[in-house]
């Protein structure tokens, strides 16, 4: 029978619309200003703790809306701002280190709506307020520290292998080896093929028995894929120490990394803590060897000259014990005499080294080098350019007094803020290489909610000229689009908040687009039954021809229009990405509710049934 839908569809439609109504739902209820808190890499969050962070926060008498403890994570509900900024701060003092505080806006979302794990979607920057920084990766630092480790490979590799050789020399990436004999570069080559393939070894045109040792170019391809994701990894942890809420970070190019940060107005603190490359080395001291000779510029075998905070130089062994990659944890805390030290905690690797060392060098003193990089400026042929300088300055000598390995102080910082960051750096880790900050923008939250309010006002304004003009030109059955289009908008935030994709203000142009394209597949079918009625067919066989003539020009122009959309989702970022997931959604739930949700609805009117006229 023409125009009549079977149960099943009408009973899926009806299904998709009753999920949609609910998911998308959360979206009306807004946000309470919470403080959320988690659980650190030393102390994990038990009810006792949450029942002593619920105590502090009634015994300052604030107003607590909800309170909320799950995951090992602590949720605060407040009614207003002040009494979230005051229980942030209160929690900060009490609680230190031990936990990280945030500041959130939790979704006010009800909680049957919750028990459904239904959301609301992510605002992003451009809503929501907060701060965007765009950081490039110094690619050309990584490749020098993998130089210089390969550089001491090569060393060791050697006298482990028991090659002697006359020189080893490092120049513009090339690390030049002159050996005594053929015997010993054959040799070498062999050492070097197997233990160190990333190496490209070739022999000396200048000069015999003298090798030519560089980084292949896969080896450099692998170094700098490995610093990129190394840094985003401990971006990542500095900004869950830092404390935001919902923070954005993600690869731009081959280079780069974008970090948004939402809620943050204040820049000072992040870009100190994001752009800040600082580690530390532990050392043993050389104290057989005269420093005043290195001081000279005297070559000291096995050892370098550093220099103390205070400026008195120090011989140090070349030999690193451990590095701050090591470390696994580390807490501010004071030492014996009250001052501010970190506590440091290494992983298995580290602490069979320190235990090692310390066992065998009982009665000497070791070194804590602390190795931080610094941007400079500098003017080269008229014009300025940023550059990386490496700081190194000894924090701390103290005598091995027993052996140790696990945990231990680090002493001989300058302040309590300089030992609560380096505790910070050191447990979020080390940066494979330099970053820079390139790009800085703010958005206030005022200009958050402003972008929201005319986003609004664009879909509103948009809709109703759309809806007007359908029940004005095609009648009834412009009603019965309106009706689709309305759905349509409510399938695409349900969609939107279930795979809790973040809405950028180009999402928002996203949605106003698909409003005008999704009643475009009506247009197509109306002007189509309207082409059958002048054709004197019947009006239930035009509806039926109407449909199924003109799902075929639907179907290519909204594929075609999708697989656009997905080539700006693969290859764009950040706006970009946010326009064509909006798209993207709304063509496939205008395809759904403009051919099957509007057929539902004309056929409740005119299936089964004699018609004699259409409202068309």
């Known amino acids: 029978m023409q125009n009549h839908f079977p149960l099943w569809k009408n009973l899926m439609i009806l299904i998709v619309f009753v999920i949609g109504i609910i998911y998308a739902s959360p979206n009306l209820f807004g946000n309470d200003p919470s ?79 919750r028990a459904l794990n239904a959301s609301p979607m992510y605002l992003g920057l451009d809503l929501r307020g907060g701060v965007h920084f765009l950081l490039e990766v110094d690619m050309d630092a990584a490749i020098k520290q993998a130089e210089e480790r390969y550089n001491l490979d090569v060393k060791a590799g050697l006298r482990s292998h028991k090659i002697r050789y006359k020189s080893i020399s490092k120049n513009n990436g090339i690390i030049k080896i002159t050996l005594k004999n053929s015997v010993d570069s054959i040799a070498t080559q062999d050492f070097l093929n197997s233990d160190l393939s990333g190496l490209t070894v070739k022999e000396s045109s200048e000069a015999e028995n003298t090798l030519l040792v560089s980084l292949s170019r896969q080896e450099k391809l692998e170094i700098k894929k490995f610093a990129l994701d190394q840094n985003m990894t401990t971006l990542r942890n500095r900004v869950n120490e830092i404390g935001v809420a919902e923070p954005v970070i993600q690869q731009q190019g081959d280079n780069r990394i974008v970090i948004q940060l939402p809620g943050v107005q204040d820049t000072t603190k992040a870009k100190a803590i994001l752009g800040k490359t600082a580690t530390l080395e532990y050392r043993l001291v050389d104290v057989e060897h005269d420093v005043q000779k290195a001081v000279q510029g005297l070559p000291v075998i096995g050892s370098r000259l550093y220099y103390e905070v205070d400026g008195n130089p120090i011989l140090l062994k070349r030999r690193v014990i451990v590095t701050g990659a090591e470390i696994v944890d580390a807490a501010y805390t004071m030492d014996q005499n009250n001052a ?173 687009l698909t409003v005008g394209m999704a009643v475009d597949a009506n247009v197509l079918i109306f002007e189509r039954i309207k082409e059958e009625l002048k054709n004197n067919n019947t009006p239930q066989s035009s509806i039926f021809v109407g449909y199924e003539k003109a799902f075929a020009t639907i179907f290519d122009a909204n594929i075609t229009t999708l697989l656009v959309a997905l080539v700006l989702f693969g290859f764009g970022t950040g706006a970009i990405k946010g326009f064509a997931i909006t798209l993207s959604i709304g063509i496939l739930s205008s395809m759904f509710t403009s051919i099957l949700g509007t057929r539902m609805l004309i056929n409740w009117f005119y299936g089964n049934r004699r018609v004699k006229k259409l409202s068309i």
């Open 35 to 113: 403080v959320q808190l988690a659980s650190s890499a030393t102390i994990k969050l038990k009810q006792k703790q949450a029942d002593v962070i619920k105590a502090e926060l009634d015994k300052a008498g604030l107003n607590i809306k909800e309170f909320e403890f799950n995951n090992n994570k602590v949720l605060v509900r407040f009614n207003n701002i002040d009494d979230q900024l005051k229980a942030s701060d209160l929690l900060k003092a009490k609680m230190g280190n031990d936990v990280t505080v945030a500041l959130n806006l939790a979704p006010a979302t009800p909680t049957w709506l």
């Open 340 to 512: 501010p030290a970190v506590s440091i905690t290494l992983n298995g690797i580290g602490a069979k080294k320190m235990g090692k060392m310390t066992q065998k060098n009982v009665g000497k003193p070791m070194a804590v080098v602390f190795i931080e990089y610094k941007s400079k400026t500098r003017t080269v042929n008229g014009k300025k350019e940023k550059y990386k300088e490496k700081v190194e300055k000894v924090i701390s000598v103290a005598t091995i007094r027993d052996s140790f390995s696990k945990r231990f102080q680090t002493t001989g910082l300058d302040n309590a803020e300089e030992a609560r960051t380096l505790s910070l750096l050191l447990r979020a880790g080390a940066l494979a290489a330099p970053v820079d900050i390139i790009e800085e923008r703010t958005v206030g939250p005022s200009l958050g909610q402003d972008n929201i309010d005319k986003g609004f006002n664009s879909v509103i304004v948009g809709l109703i000229l759309v809806l007007v003009f359908m029940l004005i030109y095609y009648r009834l059955f412009g009603l019965v689009a309106n009706i689709a289009l309305a759905f349509n908008l409510v399938v695409i935030v349900a969609v939107l908040s279930m795979i809790q994709a973040t809405l950028t203000l180009p999402g928002i142009a996203g949605i106003v």
